[in-house]
Every structure is written in structure tokens, then in C-alpha cells.
């Protein structure tokens, strides 16, 4: 089993930066790939970030490339999605979420992760 705990949220005006981080806590981090998703009132989850599970490929929403950045440090068992240049229509919860693989992938579909956070809410004001 794998725990995940999001934070980093919060309100911010559009153009600002948030960095969101996710903890996990359970097994060991370096076997996992990672993904960040985001669920925006009355809309389904979408991809937004993943990471392969040694931080050396990464993928993005073409809504966010050029935005966001996520990486991983495998000693602290955190991912991270630093996002800057925010727009109101970035506002959602963002849940961060784990698959355990062998392989060296990236995942962008919300029904490969085997783990999922309660998310944070991420507010961008106009």
C-alpha cells in the first residue's frame, strides 16, 4: 500500500505560481511512476503531469507544457508540479496519483494509477 498526501494549494491571482507537492508514504518511492490530475468543478479528471519512475521522462497536458514542471526526488518520496504563469481556467482540485511499474513509462490515463491523494485545491483568481 501506498499513501499519498498532497499540499500546496491555494488561491493565488492569474500569472502567479503555486508549487504542489505529494508525499508518499508506505513502499518504497523509486518502484512507482507518477502523475499529477486535476478535476475542475462539473468537469471529469484530466491528465495534467507524469513522470517515469526515475524522473528522467516526463509528459504534459498541451494545456500546461511550458507551465508546469514536474519532478520527483526519490530520497524524500515526493513529487513535485511547480506551476507558474497560472490562468483561472488551471483552478481545480489536483489529485497526484501512483502506479507501480518495471518499466520506465509515463502514464496518462487517471485508470493506470493504482494509488491516489485526497488532492488540493487550487484557486486562480482573474
Known amino acids: 500500500q501506498v499513501q499519498l498526501v498532497e499540499s500546496g494549494g491555494g488561491l493565488v491571482q492569474a500569472g502567479g505560481s503555486l508549487r504542489l507537492s505529494c508525499a508518499a508514504s508506505?513502499?518504497?518511492?523509486?518502484?512507482?511512476?507518477m502523475g499529477w490530475f486535476r478535476q475542475a468543478p462539473g468537469k471529469e479528471r484530466e491528465f495534467v503531469a507524469a513522470?517515469?519512475?526515475?524522473?528522467?521522462?516526463?509528459s504534459y497536458a498541451d494545456s500546461v507544457k511550458g507551465r508546469f514542471t514536474i519532478s520527483i526526488n526519490n530520497a524524500k518520496n515526493t513529487v513535485y508540479l511547480q506551476t507558474i504563469s497560472l490562468k483561472p481556467e488551471d483552478t481545480a482540485v489536483y489529485y497526484c496519483?501512483?502506479?507501480?511499474?518495471?518499466?520506465?513509462?509515463?502514464?496518462?490515463?487517471?485508470?493506470?494509477?493504482?494509488?491516489w491523494g485526497q488532492g488540493t485545491q487550487v484557486t486562480v483568481s482573474s
Open positions: 496519483a501512483a502506479k507501480r511499474t518495471y518499466y520506465m513509462s509515463t502514464y496518462r490515463t487517471a485508470n493506470d494509477y493504482d494509488y
Open positions: 513522470v517515469n519512475r526515475d524522473g528522467g521522462s516526463a
Open positions: 508506505g513502499r518504497t518511492f523509486s518502484g512507482y511512476a
